[in-house]
């Protein structure tokens, strides 16, 4: 398997545009998260689904950002408009259940520059 | 939202000492706790975890330690390696546990 593959790994845009972040995780995962990394929060779970389903969105910052999942092999992120404080890497990660006893497989993140 | 105190934030050990990193929590589900290691330009991968039931695990070079009653669990890396340079966090399962929590990381440097 290819692991969890997320695009673009690297983006710049401009402050008000539309950012959409791709994932998709590994086949037969039930759960697919939404992490965001900065160094001054660390790790923040911003959403997470079960079976193509939104069950906690409420680490999600504002209305400015929305996710969806339509099949079991992809899911979005999208910030619009974008500001200079949503930079940073976000990262998609996907598991089995348990989450606790298989563990997270993380992508590689996508780095996200608004200027 | 619950806190996850992580220490030390960075840590810099000589080859082939011995590298302790703390994890403290308020409260928690019943489920498995992790420690996730991060190389940079990657993601977080799950380096080991541990029942809530159970003191100790180790495996090979990593051991975690856990006090339920203290609320606290630690990861200990015996003769630490160059290679094991990297940002380690831990994580604690919250909500119905599917949900993680993570610290804020602490970054190892081993020095050859």
């Known amino acids: 398997d290819a692991g969890v593959i997320q695009s673009p790994r690297h983006e710049v845009t401009e402050m008000g545009q539309e950012v959409t972040l791709r994932c998709k995780p590994i086949s037969g995962h039930d759960y697919l998260f939404w992490y965001r990394q900065t160094m001054m929060r660390g790790l923040e779970l911003l959403i997470y689904?079960?079976?193509?389903?939104?069950?906690?969105d409420s680490g999600m910052p504002e209305d400015r950002f929305s996710a969806k999942m339509p099949n079991a092999s992809f899911s979005t992120l999208k910030i619009q408009p974008s500001e200079p404080r949503d930079s940073a890497v976000y990262f998609c990660?996907?598991?089995?259940?348990?989450?606790?006893?298989?563990?997270?497989?993380f992508g590689s993140g996508t780095r996200l520059t608004v200027v | 939202q619950q806190q996850v105190k992580q220490s030390p934030q960075s840590l810099i050990v000589q080859k082939g000492g011995i590298s302790i990193i703390n994890c403290a929590y308020e409260?928690?589900?019943?489920?498995?706790f992790p420690w996730y290691q991060q190389f940079p330009g990657k993601g977080p991968a799950l380096l080991i975890a541990?029942?809530?039931?159970?003191s100790e695990k180790k495996e090979g070079r990593f051991t975690i330690s856990f006090n339920k009653s203290a609320k606290q669990f630690s990861l200990h890396i015996m003769d630490s390696q160059p290679g094991d340079s990297a940002t380690y966090f831990c994580?604690?399962?919250?909500?119905?546990?599917?949900?993680?929590?993570f610290g804020k990381g602490t970054k190892l440097t081993v020095n050859p």
């Open positions: 689904f079960n079976n193509n389903v939104p069950i906690d």
């Open positions: 990660a996907s598991s089995h259940w348990p989450p606790g006893l298989y563990g997270y497989t």
């Open positions: 409260n928690t589900a019943f489920d498995y």
């Open positions: 994580a604690v399962p919250q909500g119905g546990s599917e949900k993680l929590v």
């Open positions: 541990i029942r809530p039931d159970v």
